[in-house]
C-alpha cells in the first residue's frame, strides 16, 4: 500500500482562524452589555443590521470572486468587522447609516483588496471613517447615558427603538446629549475645575465620565481576557494606553483652561479601550513584529491625543489607526526581531548583512 | 547546578511518549533480506565493495570509504549479496536510491572484530579512524559524520562537550530507553569522546525532566565529577542543537556556523553508544534503538533494530493496522518525514517508526488566509518572523527572505503547529529554501561564465595589439630596408629587378614530383574535412538549432569546393 506523502510537521493544535475570530467576539459581550445598559438598544439594533448586511455582502462577493462560500464564512471575519463597527457607531443611528459602514467594510476595504488576510486597513475603521465624514450629524448624536436622563424620561424601548432607527422618528426631547470628548472640545474658556462642576457628566462620574467610564471598563474586561488567551500581545494596546495617558499628561497644563483633560479621563472617554484592545490589534492591518507593535501602539496613541487635542473632531481612534496602517509596513521594514545566532537585528530592506 | 537559559518560543504538543515504555528494549527476527542504502550521513557517498552473489558475514564493510566524508556501510547480518540496484529508500524526497540487498542465511555469523581494551592509551587519531571504519553517523537527525564532529577543523580548543539527551520529539522514547537500559554503555561512551576531545572542561548532558527515570539512571551510573546532568523543562523544540547549546550554555552558535566555532561539539545518545561498540567492541554500526509507535501499531515498543531491517517486517511484528493508518512517518510527528512505502528499510537516523490513527493525525485541513496573528513568531525558537517569510515566499522575493534569515529557520514545526489558519509554512520554507540555493548556483555559474568571456576578449584584445606593434615594426623594418635598397641600387633599371625575381622565384620552384606529393597531401587533408562536416552536419540536423544546422552546412560546401579544386590543381598537374 502507498502511503500519502505529507510534509512535516503533522499534527496541529486545535486552535484555528474561526476560533480566534469567536473568541474575540465573545470578548466583546462586556463591552456591548455596558454600552446596551448606558445608552438603551441602539447597539444590539446596529449589530444585527452590521452583522445582516457584512455576511450578506461578504457571501455576494465571495459568490463573485467564486470563492467557496461556507469556507470563508466559517472564519467569522466578516461578523467581527460587522460587531466591531456597530459597536463604534452612536446607538440609534438611522438602519442606512450602518448598512452604508457595512458595505463600505466588507465590500470596498475587504474583499476589493483580496479578502482577509490581504486588506491594508482596518475594515471596520475604514467604514466608520467614511460614515463620519459623509454624515457628521448622524454620527455624532449620541444618546445621554441612563443615569442622566431627567426625570420621568427613559431610554426608548426596543419597539420605539426600531422606529427611530428604522422609520426615522425623532427621539424624545432630552435622550441626546454631548459626550465627554465634546465637552472638552466645546468649552474653551474654562478651567477644568468649572468643566466638572458644571457638567453632570463629570460631577456625577465615578471616575472618568457617566456612562463611558463603564462602556470603557466593559471593553478593557474584554481585552484583558483575550490577552490573557494569547489571542495577541500586550505590546500594541499597552503601547497606546500608555502613550495617550503620557501624552495627557504631558498637556494636563495643571488644569487650565488650555487643558485637554486628564489622563484618566483620555483613558476611559470615547473608543480608548474598545481602540487599544479591539481595533488596534487587527493583526492583517498592523504591525507584525512585538517591537513594530510597540511603535505602532505609541504611533496610534500619540495620533489619537493630538487629533482630540487640537484636531476638528472629538474622537480619533479612527483616523489614528488608519494613519497608523499606512505606516505598519514601513514600521515592519525596521523592527525585525534578533535571530539566534546574529549579533544584531537586520533591516528588511538591506541586501547584505553589515558584519 | 548549573544555570539554564530559556529559549524563546517553543510549543508544547502532547507528548505521547509512555506508551512506548511500558516495555524494555525488544528484539526482533532476523528479516529474510536486509536492504542497505549505500548513502545514510551527509556527505559523499563511498564506492561498492561486494558484487552480486558474495556472501558476507556480519558487519562486513559493503563500501569502501577513502575519507572522514564518506562512511561505509556494513552488512548487518550474515548471508548473500542478491542485488546492488536503486531502491525506495527513507528520504524526504521520496526518491531512490543505491541499495545493496542482502538474503540472510539466519546464522548471524560474526566477521572477524575485536575492540580496545584500554582506549585512555590510544591515540585520539585513531580512535576517530575506527570512529569512522565503524560508519557512525549522527543517529540523532541529520547523520552528520561523527568523526568530522569530533575533529573541528578550526584551531579553537573544545572546551565544553554537549550529549544531546533532550529528545523532544513527540513519541520518540528510543535514546530515553537507551539510557534506562543501557547506561554503562553510554557513560563509556561519553569517556571515549571526552578522551578524544582532549577532556574538554564541561561534559554537559542535557535531558528534558519529562525523562525521570533516565535522569535518575545517569547520575547514579556517573561517577566522575567532571559529567553533569542537566535537566530543564519540556518545551518542543529545546533538543535542537543549537537550541541546547543556547539552553545549556546561554551562547549562540554563529548563524551559518558550526558549534565548534564556540569550542563546543554536541552529540546524542544513540551515536555514543555506537561509538563504544566500536571502540570497546570492534563492532561497526548495524543496529539501533529505534520506536515503533503509533495507534495504528498494536504494540509501541523500542526495538534494537539490525540497519536495512525493512519497515513492513517491523510493522508486521507489532500488530499494524494499514487500514487504521492515516500516515507512516519515519522520525517524530513535528519533524519526521512521510513515507509511501513499508519496503523503505531502516538506516542509521531511524530514531522512530511512527504509524498514526485517523483519529490521532487526521488529514490535514486546508488552509485559509494568513491573518497576521503573530502566534508563529511568539513560538519560533530561531525568533523569526514566520508570517513575514511565508508572505515573502509567496511572492518569490529572495532578497527579502534573505534579510529576514530564512536560512536559520532550523524547520521545527512550531510555526505550523500553531498557525490558526492551518499554512504549512515549513514547506513554504523549505521550498524558497531550494529555490535560493538553485539561483545562487546558477549565479555562480554565470558569473563564470561572464568572467571566461571577459578574459577571452582581454585575451583577444591583447593578442590584437600585439599583432599590431609587430605589424608597425615590420612596416618600419620595410620601409627602412626601402630606403636602404633605393640608395644602394638607385643606379639599376627595372629590368634588372625583374630578372633578379625571375632568378629568385625559379630557385624556389620544387620538381613535379614534389609538388604532386603536396597536392596530394593537400587532397586528404580536404577529404577527411569534408567528412568531418558531414558528420557535424548529420549531427546538427538530429539535435541542433537551425542557426548550427546552416553553419555547417555551409562549411560542408566549402570544404566540398576544396576538394574539388585540388582535384583539378592535381589533374592539371598530371595533363
Same mark, same amino acid.
Given at each position: 500500500?502507498?502511503?500519502k506523502?505529507?510534509?512535516?510537521?503533522?499534527?496541529?493544535?486545535?486552535?484555528?482562524?474561526?476560533?480566534? +475570530?469567536?473568541?474575540?467576539?465573545?470578548?466583546?459581550?462586556?463591552?456591548?452589555?455596558?454600552?446596551?445598559?448606558?445608552?438603551?438598544?441602539?447597539?444590539?439594533?446596529?449589530?444585527?443590521?452590521?452583522?445582516?448586511?457584512?455576511l450578506?455582502?461578504?457571501? $455576494?462577493?465571495?459568490?463573485?470572486?467564486?470563492?467557496?462560500?461556507?469556507f470563508?464564512?466559517?472564519d467569522?471575519?466578516?461578523?467581527?468587522?460587522?460587531?466591531?463597527?456597530?459597536? $463604534?457607531?452612536?446607538?440609534?443611528?438611522p438602519?442606512?447609516?450602518?448598512?452604508?459602514?457595512?458595505?463600505?467594510?466588507?465590500?470596498?476595504?475587504?474583499q476589493?483588496?483580496?479578502?482577509?488576510g490581504?486588506?491594508?486597513?482596518?475594515?471596520? +475603521?475604514?467604514?466608520?471613517?467614511?460614515l463620519? &465624514?459623509?454624515?457628521p450629524?448622524?454620527?455624532?448624536?449620541w444618546?445621554?447615558p441612563?443615569?442622566?436622563?431627567?426625570?420621568?424620561?427613559? @431610554?426608548?424601548?426596543?419597539?420605539?427603538?426600531?422606529?427611530?432607527?428604522?422609520?426615522?422618528?425623532?427621539?424624545?426631547?432630552?435622550?441626546?446629549?454631548?459626550?465627554?470628548?465634546d465637552i472638552?472640545? @466645546?468649552?474653551?474658556?474654562?478651567?477644568?475645575?468649572?468643566?466638572?462642576?458644571?457638567?453632570?457628566?463629570?460631577?456625577?462620574a465615578?471616575?472618568?465620565?457617566?456612562?463611558?467610564?463603564?462602556?470603557?471598563?466593559?471593553?478593557?474586561?474584554?481585552?484583558?481576557?483575550?490577552?490573557?488567551?494569547?489571542?495577541f500581545?500586550?505590546?500594541?494596546?499597552?503601547? +497606546?494606553?500608555?502613550?495617550? $495617558?503620557?501624552?495627557?499628561i504631558?498637556?494636563?497644563?495643571?488644569?487650565?483652561?488650555?487643558?485637554?483633560?486628564?489622563?484618566?479621563?483620555?483613558?476611559?472617554?470615547?473608543?480608548?479601550?474598545m481602540?487599544?484592545?479591539?481595533?488596534?490589534?487587527?493583526?492583517?492591518?498592523?504591525?507584525?513584529?512585538?517591537r513594530?507593535?510597540?511603535i505602532?501602539?505609541?504611533l496610534?496613541?500619540?495620533?489619537?491625543?493630538? &487629533?482630540?487635542?487640537?484636531?476638528?473632531?472629538?474622537?480619533?481612534?479612527?483616523? $489614528?489607526?488608519?494613519?497608523?496602517?499606512?505606516?505598519?509596513?514601513?514600521?515592519?521594514?525596521?523592527?525585525?526581531?534578533?535571530t539566534?545566532?546574529?549579533?544584531?537585528?537586520?533591516?528588511?530592506?538591506?541586501?547584505?548583512?553589515?558584519? | 547546578?548549573?544555570?539554564?537559559?530559556?529559549?524563546?518560543?517553543?510549543?508544547?504538543?502532547?507528548?505521547?511518549?509512555?506508551?512506548?515504555?511500558?516495555?524494555?528494549?525488544?528484539?526482533?527476527?532476523?528479516?529474510?533480506?536486509?536492504?542497505?542504502?549505500?548513502?545514510?550521513h551527509?556527505?559523499?557517498?563511498?564506492?561498492?565493495?561486494?558484487?552480486v552473489?558474495?556472501?558476507?558475514?556480519?558487519?562486513?564493510?559493503?563500501?569502501?570509504?577513502?575519507?572522514?566524508?564518506?562512511?561505509?556501510?556494513?552488512?548487518?547480518?550474515?548471508?548473500?549479496?542478491?542485488?546492488i540496484?536503486?531502491?525506495?529508500?527513507?528520504?524526504?524526497?521520496?526518491?531512490?536510491?543505491?541499495?545493496?540487498?542482502?538474503?540472510? =542465511?539466519?546464522?548471524?555469523?560474526?566477521?572477524?572484530?575485536?575492540?580496545?581494551? %584500554?582506549?585512555?592509551q590510544?591515540?585520539?587519531?585513531?580512535?576517530?579512524?575506527?570512529?569512522t571504519?565503524?560508519?557512525?553517523?549522527?543517529?540523532?537527525?541529520?547523520?552528520?559524520?561523527?568523526?568530522?564532529?569530533?575533529?573541528p577543523?578550526?584551531?579553537?580548543?573544545?572546551?565544553?562537550?554537549?550529549?544531546?539527551?533532550?529528545?523532544?520529539?513527540?513519541?520518540?522514547?528510543?535514546? =530515553?530507553?537507551?539510557?534506562?537500559?543501557k547506561?554503562?554503555?553510554?557513560?563509556?561512551?561519553?569517556?571515549i569522546?571526552?578522551?578524544?576531545?582532549?577532556?574538554?572542561?564541561?561534559?554537559?548532558?542535557?535531558?528534558?525532566?519529562?525523562?525521570?527515570?533516565?535522569?535518575?539512571?545517569?547520575? #547514579?551510573h556517573?561517577?566522575?565529577?567532571?559529567?553533569?546532568?542537566?535537566?530543564?523543562?519540556?518545551?518542543?523544540?529545546?533538543?535542537?542543537?543549537?537550541?541546547?547549546?543556547?539552553?545549556?550554555?546561554?551562547?549562540?552558535?554563529?548563524?551559518?556556523?558550526?558549534?565548534?566555532?564556540?569550542?563546543?561539539?554536541?552529540?546524542?545518545?544513540?551515536?555514543?553508544?555506537?561509538?563504544k561498540?566500536?571502540?570497546? %567492541?570492534?563492532?561497526?554500526?548495524?543496529?539501533?534503538?529505534?520506536?515503533?509507535?503509533?495507534?495504528?501499531?498494536?504494540?509501541?515498543?523500542?526495538?534494537?533494530?539490525?540497519?536495512?531491517?525493512?519497515?513492513?517486517?517491523?510493522?508486521?511484528?507489532?500488530?499494524? =493496522?494499514?487500514?487504521?493508518?492515516?500516515r507512516?512517518?519515519?522520525?517524530?510527528?513535528?519533524?519526521?518525514?512521510?513515507?509511501?512505502?513499508?519496503?523503505?528499510?531502516?538506516?542509521?537516523?531511524?530514531?522512530?517508526?511512527?504509524?498514526?490513527s485517523?483519529?490521532?493525525?487526521?488529514?490535514?485541513?486546508?488552509?485559509?488566509?494568513?491573518?497576521?496573528?503573530?502566534?508563529?513568531?511568539?513560538?519560533?525558537?530561531?525568533?523569526?518572523?514566520?508570517?513575514?517569510?511565508?508572505w515573502?515566499?509567496?511572492?518569490?522575493?529572495?532578497?527579502?527572505?534573505?534579510?529576514?534569515?530564512?536560512?536559520?529557520?532550523?524547520?521545527?514545526?512550531?510555526? #505550523?503547529?500553531?498557525?490558526?489558519?492551518?499554512?504549512?509554512?515549513?514547506?513554504?520554507?523549505?521550498?524558497?529554501?531550494?529555490?535560493?540555493? *538553485?539561483?545562487?548556483?546558477?549565479?555562480?555559474?554565470?558569473?563564470?561564465?561572464?568572467?571566461?568571456?571577459?578574459?577571452?576578449?582581454?585575451?583577444?584584445?591583447?593578442?590584437?595589439?600585439?599583432?599590431?606593434?609587430?605589424?608597425?615594426?615590420?612596416?618600419?623594418?620595410?620601409?627602412?630596408?626601402?630606403?636602404?635598397?633605393?640608395?644602394?641600387?638607385?643606379?639599376?633599371?627595372?629590368?634588372?629587378?625583374?630578372a633578379?625575381?625571375?632568378?629568385?622565384?625559379?630557385? *624556389?620552384?620544387?620538381?613535379?614530383?614534389?609538388?604532386?606529393? *603536396?597536392?596530394?597531401?593537400?587532397?586528404?587533408?580536404a577529404?577527411?574535412?569534408?567528412?568531418?562536416?558531414?558528420?557535424?552536419?548529420?549531427?546538427?540536423?538530429?539535435?541542433?538549432?537551425?542557426?548550427?544546422?546552416?553553419?555547417?552546412?555551409?562549411?560542408?560546401?566549402?570544404?566540398?569546393?576544396?576538394? %574539388?579544386?585540388?582535384?583539378?590543381?592535381? *589533374?592539371?598537374?598530371?595533363?
Amino acid at each position: 500500500m502507498a502511503f500519502k506523502q505529507i510534509s512535516s510537521p503533522h499534527g496541529h493544535n486545535p486552535q484555528n482562524t474561526g476560533w480566534i +475570530m469567536q473568541l474575540v467576539l465573545l470578548s466583546t459581550v462586556p463591552g456591548f452589555l455596558a454600552l446596551s445598559y448606558q445608552f438603551g438598544w441602539g447597539s444590539f439594533i446596529n449589530l444585527i443590521v452590521a452583522v445582516v448586511t457584512s455576511l450578506t455582502a461578504e457571501t $455576494a462577493i465571495l459568490a463573485c470572486r467564486n470563492r467557496p462560500i461556507a469556507f470563508y464564512l466559517k472564519d467569522y471575519s466578516a461578523v467581527v468587522t460587522a460587531v466591531l463597527l456597530a459597536l $463604534a457607531l452612536p446607538p440609534l443611528v438611522p438602519w442606512w447609516v450602518v448598512v452604508v459602514g457595512s458595505l463600505f467594510s466588507i465590500v470596498i476595504a475587504k474583499q476589493l483588496y483580496g479578502g482577509l488576510g490581504y486588506n491594508p486597513f482596518n475594515p471596520a +475603521m475604514v467604514g466608520y471613517v467614511v460614515l463620519l &465624514i459623509s454624515f457628521p450629524i448622524e454620527m455624532t448624536t449620541w444618546i445621554t447615558p441612563l443615569s442622566l436622563l431627567p426625570d420621568g424620561v427613559s @431610554h426608548p424601548g426596543l419597539w420605539e427603538s426600531m422606529s427611530i432607527v428604522f422609520a426615522g422618528s425623532a427621539p424624545v426631547d432630552g435622550v441626546t446629549g454631548a459626550t465627554p470628548l465634546d465637552i472638552f472640545k @466645546h468649552s474653551s474658556g474654562l478651567v477644568v475645575d468649572q468643566i466638572y462642576q458644571n457638567e453632570a457628566l463629570f460631577s456625577q462620574a465615578s471616575f472618568a465620565g457617566v456612562g463611558w467610564e463603564w462602556v470603557n471598563v466593559g471593553f478593557l474586561i474584554g481585552g484583558l481576557i483575550l490577552l490573557k488567551t494569547g489571542v495577541f500581545t500586550w505590546h500594541g494596546p499597552l503601547a +497606546m494606553l500608555g502613550t495617550l $495617558a503620557l501624552m495627557s499628561i504631558l498637556f494636563w497644563d495643571g488644569g487650565s483652561s488650555e487643558s485637554p483633560g486628564s489622563p484618566i479621563m483620555h483613558l476611559f472617554s470615547g473608543a480608548s479601550m474598545m481602540g487599544a484592545f479591539f481595533i488596534l490589534t487587527d493583526p492583517v492591518s498592523s504591525a507584525v513584529s512585538n517591537r513594530g507593535r510597540l511603535i505602532y501602539g505609541a504611533l496610534i496613541g500619540l495620533l489619537v491625543y493630538v &487629533i482630540r487635542a487640537w484636531g476638528n473632531y472629538p474622537d480619533a481612534i479612527a483616523f $489614528a489607526v488608519l494613519l497608523a496602517n499606512f505606516a505598519a509596513p514601513f514600521i515592519d521594514n525596521y523592527t525585525l526581531p534578533r535571530t539566534y545566532g546574529h549579533t544584531d537585528r537586520r533591516k528588511a530592506t538591506e541586501k547584505q548583512e553589515e558584519k | 547546578m548549573s544555570r539554564i537559559w530559556e529559549i524563546p518560543g517553543g510549543v508544547h504538543p502532547p507528548e505521547n511518549k509512555q506508551q512506548s515504555m511500558t516495555r524494555s528494549i525488544g528484539h526482533l527476527p532476523l528479516p529474510a533480506t536486509l536492504v542497505i542504502p549505500l548513502h545514510q550521513h551527509i556527505g559523499a557517498p563511498a564506492k561498492v565493495a561486494v558484487t552480486v552473489g558474495q556472501t558476507v558475514l556480519k558487519g562486513q564493510k559493503l563500501t569502501d570509504a577513502s575519507n572522514l566524508n564518506n562512511l561505509p556501510v556494513h552488512a548487518s547480518s550474515s548471508g548473500t549479496v542478491i542485488a546492488i540496484d536503486d531502491k525506495p529508500v527513507a528520504h524526504p524526497s521520496g526518491l531512490n536510491a543505491l541499495c545493496v540487498t542482502i538474503a540472510t =542465511d539466519g546464522k548471524d555469523q560474526w566477521i572477524e572484530h575485536a575492540g580496545i581494551s %584500554d582506549f585512555r592509551q590510544c591515540d585520539p587519531h585513531n580512535l576517530l579512524q575506527m570512529i569512522t571504519e565503524a560508519g557512525i553517523a549522527g543517529m540523532g537527525g541529520a547523520g552528520f559524520p561523527a568523526a568530522i564532529k569530533l575533529s573541528p577543523s578550526n584551531d579553537k580548543p573544545v572546551d565544553t562537550f554537549i550529549i544531546n539527551a533532550t529528545e523532544c520529539e513527540p513519541y520518540i522514547t528510543a535514546d =530515553d530507553a537507551a539510557m534506562q537500559e543501557k547506561t554503562q554503555d553510554l557513560i563509556q561512551g561519553i569517556e571515549i569522546v571526552g578522551h578524544i576531545l582532549n577532556n574538554p572542561s564541561r561534559v554537559l548532558v542535557g535531558i528534558e525532566n519529562n525523562k525521570p527515570q533516565a535522569i535518575v539512571a545517569l547520575r #547514579s551510573h556517573i561517577k566522575e565529577r567532571s559529567i553533569e546532568v542537566v535537566s530543564f523543562p519540556t518545551k518542543y523544540p529545546s533538543g535542537g542543537e543549537k537550541q541546547l547549546i543556547y539552553i545549556l550554555t546561554g551562547r549562540e552558535v554563529p548563524s551559518g556556523g558550526l558549534p565548534s566555532d564556540l569550542g563546543m561539539v554536541c552529540l546524542n545518545i544513540g551515536t555514543l553508544i555506537a561509538i563504544k561498540r566500536a571502540i570497546i %567492541d570492534g563492532e561497526p554500526l548495524i543496529s539501533r534503538i529505534t520506536t515503533v509507535t503509533g495507534e495504528a501499531c498494536g504494540v509501541n515498543r523500542n526495538y534494537d533494530v539490525l540497519i536495512g531491517t525493512p519497515i513492513s517486517h517491523l510493522l508486521a511484528h507489532n500488530e499494524f =493496522d494499514e487500514r487504521n493508518c492515516s500516515r507512516l512517518i519515519m522520525g517524530g510527528p513535528m519533524m519526521g518525514f512521510s513515507l509511501t512505502s513499508t519496503e523503505v528499510p531502516v538506516v542509521k537516523t531511524t530514531n522512530c517508526i511512527l504509524a498514526s490513527s485517523y483519529s490521532e493525525i487526521p488529514s490535514d485541513l486546508p488552509a485559509q488566509a494568513c491573518i497576521r496573528c503573530g502566534l508563529c513568531a511568539e513560538v519560533c525558537p530561531a525568533s523569526l518572523l514566520p508570517q513575514q517569510l511565508f508572505w515573502y515566499a509567496q511572492a518569490k522575493d529572495q532578497e527579502r527572505l534573505e534579510a529576514h534569515n530564512l536560512f536559520d529557520c532550523i524547520e521545527c514545526g512550531a510555526c #505550523s503547529y500553531v498557525c490558526p489558519s492551518n499554512i504549512p509554512l515549513v514547506q513554504h520554507y523549505r521550498s524558497s529554501k531550494g529555490e535560493i540555493r *538553485k539561483a545562487n548556483i546558477d549565479k555562480i555559474d554565470s558569473d563564470n561564465a561572464r568572467q571566461r568571456f571577459e578574459f577571452r576578449k582581454l585575451r583577444l584584445e591583447q593578442a590584437d595589439e600585439q599583432r599590431q606593434v609587430k605589424r608597425e615594426a615590420r612596416r618600419l623594418a620595410t620601409e627602412q630596408a626601402r630606403a636602404t635598397n633605393s640608395t644602394v641600387q638607385s643606379g639599376s633599371s627595372a629590368a634588372d629587378i625583374i630578372a633578379a625575381a625571375q632568378q629568385r622565384a625559379m630557385t *624556389k620552384q620544387s620538381t613535379p614530383e614534389q609538388q604532386k606529393a *603536396k597536392f596530394e597531401r593537400a587532397l586528404l587533408a580536404a577529404q577527411s574535412r569534408l567528412e568531418e562536416a558531414e558528420n557535424r552536419l548529420t549531427e546538427a540536423t538530429a539535435h541542433g538549432t537551425a542557426e548550427q544546422q546552416a553553419r555547417c552546412s555551409a562549411s560542408l560546401e566549402s570544404a566540398r569546393q576544396k576538394v %574539388d579544386q585540388t582535384q583539378n590543381r592535381l *589533374k592539371e598537374l598530371s595533363d
